[in-house]
């Protein structure tokens, strides 16, 4: 073969970036030359950094798609390339954090998923000064993902980056490094078990409670105990993924313990709820159901990992975090406790779905409203989210 003769991939190898419209010749170019692919991304990047413009914001979605196809391309040099795109050279000023933090999110789930760890140990051997590094944050991203997978643990390279991580108090840090029982149902999807959009499927998952008179006459004694940290962090799995509308979250005191048997919807509907005023399009009666700690946990990651219609998905590592910051904040439990302590003290507490046929819900995208009973039966805690944008 002559000099001038193409090998397969060559094309692909020298087009710049912005001719590559396919996600298929960005997997050639990755896997025939990953070092040619990385160069024009790293150049591309420079060009974005000098170019506050749409056009470079545009430029920043490029590299992030190269990002991901390198990452998803099992190599070592891969996982570096990847790596070294949107923890380093990624320019923040034309797509803003939020952008960055996606990519960067992406790219660690995609690693964890596709690479083999003895390629992505040698990632973590340079440990970091700056917790707000982008590069350290992607990095503890891949440590969280890997977690969820049940890996990574054990591996010195490993242990001693999350160990530095937590002297550094990144946020992901906080996390245990293997995944919990209570987390079993994480990134794990049923097919037929989507969105609860009916009474019937709500009472074919979980058994139904039966509305008492006792139960509306506690609802009337109950008072509202407002706390806005509280509830930023009980609707943060939410207002992350991009939910289309602000969750509601309400605390409340009753002057003395609640019947068991009236924690039910009666209960409910007596409650000073946003979620429960007006008649909706839909028709139906409100119902309660009894649930268990680990579904509202794992809603609260779904909610988060997956994204709302406005489409800001987490990744596994911020959805976790964010799950159980919010459980934490719906047992109004302080950060230091431990997560076994608070795995068994959600046990303690009465656990309710409730649906309604109101104004705020709308039954074609995704609801999610619970009610926490806490163990002296004197505090009551509500969430409720609602996927749809009624201005839509």
Known sequence: MNDNQATPGDDASRRPLGDLSGTAELKLRAGARPEELYEAAERL????????????????????????????????????????????????????????????????????????????????????????????????????????????????????????????????????????????????????????????????????ISPTDGGAAAGHTAGQTPDGTRARAAAEPFTAGGWAREPEVRFFTLPRPLDPDDFNISFVKELPLDCMVGEGAHRGGAVACRTTPDDVLDTLF????????????????????????????????????????????????????????????HHDTADEAFAVLDPTRTRVTVLAATDTDTDG
């Open 302 to 361: 779904a909610a988060a990992y997956d994204g709302g219609v406005n489409g800001r998905p987490q990744g596994g590592a911020y959805a976790r975090l964010y799950a159980w910051k919010s459980l934490y904040a719906l047992l109004g439990l302080p950060a230091d406790v431990p997560f076994p302590e608070a795995v068994g003290q959600a046990l303690d507490h009465r656990w309710l779905r409730f649906m309604a046929f109101t104004d705020w819900f």
């Open 45 to 208: 990047c420079r060009e974005a950094s000098d170019d506050g413009s749409a056009a470079s914001a545009a430029a920043v979605r490029t590299i992030g798609r190269v990002a991901d196809v390198l990452a998803e391309t099992r190599s070592r040099d891969c996982a570096r390339f990847a790596v070294d795109l949107v923890g380093r050279l990624l320019p923040t000023a034309p797509v803003g954090r939020r952008e960055g933090d996606r990519l960067r999110r992406s790219v660690a789930a995609k690693l964890a998923k596709a690479q083999q760890l003895r390629d992505l140990a040698p990632l973590l051997e340079e440990l970091p000064d700056d917790a707000e590094d982008p590069s350290a944050d992607v990095r503890a991203c891949l440590l969280g993902e890997l977690a969820l997978i049940g890996a990574g643990r054990g591996r010195p390279a490993l242990d001693a980056y999350a160990e530095r991580l937590q002297e550094l108090g990144h946020p992901l840090a906080v996390l245990p490094r293997t995944r919990l029982d209570v987390e079993h149902r994480f990134t794990v999807r049923v097919r037929g078990l989507g969105s609860v959009k009916t009474p019937d499927q709500l009472r074919s998952r979980f058994p139904e």
